[in-house]
C-alpha cells in the first residue's frame, strides 16, 4: 500500500469536508445536542477520498425514522419521507451559494429472507453493525459529524487506496443479504477502475441464480448505471465472466460464438464491447452527456447474430437478416427488464438500421436513398450517425477510411437536402383532406394507399407543387381505376 496515496487521499478528504462543514456540522450539532450520533458515511466518504464529493450527502444515525424527519424539518423547509420504510427521510437544503441534498438513515441491519425480492427492515445501535452490513469496504467508511472523526474498521481506505472491491463480511453473506451487490460489483469495477478481489469473483459465479430473486426494475437501474459509467466494458465482462449475464441479459454472452480455423470471424462479444467504447468516444465528441440509448443500442447492435448465423461453402460465415432479429431480441429483452416504452423503441428502431448505410454499398447515394434513411431513422438519425460509425471496428486502415470518408459524404448530402427540402418532417405533397376533395371520396382505405403512394413519390423525387401532386394523384387513381 502506497503511503504517498493514502496521503493524497486523505488530504482530498479534508479539502472536502472543510467544503461541506457549514451545512453538515450545523446539521450534526442539531442531532447531538438530540442525543444521536450522525456520520458521514458510505458513497459520499469515499467521494470524499477520492476528490469527487458533489452535492449529495449520505448520512446515518443512531436516532429512529420518526425523531430524524423531526429534527429535519427543523433544519429544512424541504423535507421527504418517501423512503421512511427503510428507515430514510430526506432533504434540501440552500446553504452557501449551493444546494444540497442530504439523506439521514437510520442504522440498518437488512437481510434478504430465502426467497424475497424485498429486505427485511430492521434498524441497527451501532455504526459497525451498519457498515458492516454494506456492499464494499471502500463504501463502509464514515465520518462523525460535527467531530469530523474518521471510522474504518473494515479496511475501506487501503481497499481504496490499492483500487480493490472487498466485502466487509464475507462476500456469501454480503451478497445472499442483497444480490443485486454482484451487479454493483461490476459497476463499481466499471465507475472506480477497481478490481474486485478473487473471493468477491469465486462468490459471484457461485451465487449468479440468487439474482433471480431480485425485481426487475433493481436489476435494469444498476445495468442502466454501469452502462452509463465512463468505463462499462470491463463491468460488462465481469457480468458474463461470472454468470451473472446469463441470468440478466443472456443475450450478451451469447455473442462468444465458437469460432474454428474453418469458419473464421469476428468475436462478436468483443466487437460489440468495442463497438460500445467507440460509441461513447464519439458521444462526447457531439452530445457531451452520456446517452442510455445509444449505449444500449451499440451494445446490443449484433443480439441477433447467434441466430442467424449460417456456414456456407468455402468457410465463409454469414448473419443474413440479424438486424431485424436483433431488434426484436432487443425489444423483448428490454421489455422484460422493465425498461420504458420509449427507450425499448428507440433501441430497437437503431438495432434494426444499424446496417442500412452498408446496404447502399460504395456507390454514390441518389437523393432518393438519402430520404428514405433520414425518414426510417426519425429522431434517432443523430444516434444512428454514431452508431455507424462506432460499427466500424476492422483493422484494414484503408477499408475504415474508406468507411469513414463514405459516411462523412453521407452526412453532407443529409445536411444539403435537409437546407433544400425539410428532411426531418417528410411527407405526401397532399394532405387526406386535400385527396378526398380532389378524388371526390370520403374516408376509407383508398385514401390511405392514396397517401401512401404520395409518399412514396416524395421520397423517389423530393418535393412538388400542389399542382404536380394533384396531377401524380388523378394519373394514379385513373390507372387504378382502368
Same mark, same amino acid.
Given at each position: ?20 462543514? *457549514? ?49 429535519? /424539518? ?15 427521510? =430526506? ?29 427485511? !427492515?430492521?434498524?441497527?445501535? &451501532? ?5 458492516? $452490513? ?12 460535527? =467531530? ?9 481506505? /487501503? ?18 443479504? @442483497?444480490?443485486?451487490? +454482484? ?5 463499481? &469495477? ?5 478490481? *474486485? ?6 462468490? +459471484? ?8 430473486? #431480485?425485481?426487475?426494475?433493481? !436489476? ?19 457480468? #458474463? ?42 458521444? $462526447? ?7 442510455? %440509448?445509444? $449505449? ?26 440479424? @438486424? ?6 432487443? /425489444?423483448?429483452?428490454? &421489455? ?14 437503431? %438495432? ?74 417528410? /411527407? *405526401? ?12 371520396? =370520403? *374516408? ?17 423525387? =423530393? ?20
Amino acid at each position: 500500500m502506497s503511503q504517498a496515496r493514502l496521503s493524497n487521499a486523505q488530504t482530498r478528504a479534508v479539502t472536502e469536508l472543510l467544503r461541506i462543514a *457549514p451545512v453538515v456540522d450545523r446539521l450534526g450539532r442539531l442531532f447531538e445536542k438530540a442525543g444521536h450520533e450522525l456520520y458521514l458515511v458510505g458513497g459520499s466518504v469515499r467521494d470524499a477520498l477520492l476528490g469527487q464529493l458533489g452535492h449529495d450527502l449520505d448520512l446515518t444515525t443512531s436516532a429512529r425514522p420518526d425523531e430524524i424527519e423531526r429534527l429535519l /424539518r427543523s433544519f429544512s423547509r424541504s423535507v421527504w419521507t418517501i423512503g421512511k420504510a427503510f428507515g430514510t427521510i =430526506g432533504c434540501k437544503v440552500d446553504e452557501g451559494g449551493a444546494s444540497w441534498v442530504i439523506e439521514v438513515t437510520t442504522y440498518r441491519a437488512d437481510a434478504y429472507e430465502a426467497e424475497s425480492r424485498k429486505p427485511i !427492515v430492521e434498524f441497527g445501535d &451501532t455504526l459497525e453493525g451498519d457498515l458492516i $452490513r454494506r456492499d464494499f469496504t471502500v463504501n463502509a467508511m464514515a465520518v462523525s459529524i460535527p =467531530g469530523k472523526r474518521f471510522s474504518d474498521p473494515y479496511g475501506g481506505l /487501503r481497499d481504496l487506496s490499492e483500487g480493490v472491491l472487498r466485502t466487509p463480511a464475507p462476500p456469501e453473506v454480503s451478497f445472499s443479504d @442483497d444480490p443485486l451487490r +454482484m451487479m454493483r460489483a461490476a459497476r463499481f &469495477t466499471s465507475s472506480l477502475g477497481f478490481r *474486485p478481489a478473487a473471493d468477491v469473483i469465486a462468490a +459471484m459465479t457461485a451465487m449468479a441464480d440468487r439474482i433471480s430473486i #431480485v425485481s426487475a426494475e433493481r !436489476v435494469r437501474d444498476e445495468l442502466s448505471k454501469l452502462l452509463l459509467s465512463d468505463r462499462p466494458r470491463a463491468g460488462l465482462a465481469l457480468l #458474463v465472466l461470472t454468470g451473472l449475464a446469463d441470468r440478466v441479459l443472456p443475450e450478451l454472452p451469447a455473442l462468444r460464438l465458437e469460432r474454428d480455423e474453418h469458419h473464421r470471424h469476428k468475436d462478436v462479444f468483443e466487437h460489440s464491447l468495442t463497438v460500445l467504447e467507440q460509441a461513447i468516444d464519439l458521444e $462526447r465528441e457531439r452530445f457531451g452527456e452520456p446517452d442510455l %440509448v445509444l $449505449r444500449l443500442a451499440a451494445l446490443l447492435h449484433d443480439i441477433g447474430k447467434p441466430d442467424t448465423r449460417r456456414f456456407e461453402a468455402g468457410g465463409k460465415v454469414t448473419f443474413h437478416h440479424h @438486424d431485424v432479429v436483433g431488434a426484436k431480441l432487443a /425489444r423483448k429483452r428490454l &421489455t422484460a427488464l422493465r425498461f420504458p416504452s420509449e427507450v425499448v423503441k428507440d433501441v430497437a428502431t437503431l %438495432v434494426e438500421l444499424h446496417l442500412r448505410f452498408h446496404g447502399y454499398g460504395d456507390g454514390q447515394w441518389t437523393d432518393s436513398a438519402v430520404r428514405r434513411y433520414v425518414r426510417d431513422a426519425g429522431d434517432q438519425l443523430p444516434r444512428l450517425h454514431i452508431l455507424t460509425r462506432a460499427d466500424c471496428t476492422t483493422r484494414n486502415q484503408a477499408k475504415a477510411a474508406r468507411l469513414r470518408a463514405a459516411y462523412d459524404d453521407l452526412e453532407e448530402r443529409i445536411d444539403v437536402l435537409a437546407e433544400q427540402e425539410e428532411l426531418a418532417a417528410i /411527407r *405526401p405533397d397532399l394532405d387526406g383532406q386535400q385527396i378526398m376533395a380532389i378524388l371526390g371520396i =370520403g *374516408p376509407g382505405p383508398q385514401v390511405g394507399q392514396a397517401y401512401r403512394m404520395l409518399l412514396e413519390h416524395r421520397l423517389e423525387h =423530393g418535393p412538388a407543387s400542389e399542382d404536380q401532386a394533384r396531377e401524380t394523384l388523378l394519373a394514379w387513381w385513373a390507372a387504378r381505376s382502368s
